[in-house]
């Protein structure tokens, strides 16, 4: 009604509103331009993820690199792969990982340094041997659930649904736990009915100063190979 009064002409109080519509497009649109490029990452992104894609407390580089920080600890992570390629406690001087100056971040290549998710097959196992070689984890994008940053800790909750190429049912969920002290906590969801087996690593590549000072603590009583 407000449209065409008058016989069809456009009111004085229709140029207006035309006028208030545009002022507010032209504020969106300055807005949008501002997110940063991981969102282009994601096909259908919900409201509320824009306000958690530009999270004040969150930086993007232009390897699609987010970058957190706090009082106790620094750290960056690629959605491509799910893999934390960076961490620092603000105390040490160096960096707890190592990351390889020949990565291209093309969202392709897999990220050869940080923590790469092998998932749902470690190496070359004949487990799921019809999967890439360390699964598909660390060449897929994962999504962004969660992000928590406060003066004590930083929370990052990643999830990764499979492709349907891979013919596998399953999901899998990276929880980053941040302060002084890193934990990272990989579950793996069976989306069917039937059982599947898996293998898994989170494939750390440690940023060694002097390979013979090195020690390794926390094993005691446990079993591995």
Not at 183 to 205: Q, R
Not at 206 to 215: A, C, L, S, T, W
Request: hydrophobic share 35%; glycine share 6%; net charge negative.
């Amino acid at each position: 009604a407000l449209l065409y009064e008058n016989g069809g002409m456009p009111s004085d109080e229709t140029d207006r509103i035309f006028t208030e519509l545009a002022k507010l497009l032209q504020t969106r649109t300055e807005v949008l331009s501002e997110i940063p490029e991981q969102i282009d990452f994601i096909d259908e992104l919900p409201d509320y993820d824009i306000e958690l894609y530009t999270h004040k407390k969150m930086k993007t580089d232009g390897n699609g690199l987010i970058s957190l920080a706090n009082s106790l600890a620094e750290c960056k992570i690629s959605l491509f792969g799910g893999n934390l390629v960076s961490y620092r406690p603000k105390s040490q001087k160096h960096d707890v990982f190592w990351l390889g100056e020949k990565n291209k971040f093309d969202n392709v290549q897999a990220i050869r340094g940080g923590i790469p998710v092998c998932w749902p097959r470690f190496a070359e196992e004949k487990l799921n041997d019809n999967l890439p070689r360390h699964g598909f984890a660390r060449l897929s994008m994962w999504n962004l659930e969660s992000v928590t940053v406060t003066e004590e800790k930083i929370e990052v909750k990643l999830s990764l649904l499979s492709d349907e190429k891979y013919g596998v049912n399953v999901s899998a969920e990276l929880l980053l736990k941040i302060t002084d002290k890193l934990e990272c906590v990989l579950e793996t969801v069976n989306n069917g009915d039937t059982e599947f087996d898996f293998s898994e690593a989170l494939h750390a590549y440690f940023n060694v100063g002097e390979r013979d000072k090195i020690k390794i603590k926390g094993l005691k009583g446990h079993n591995y190979k």
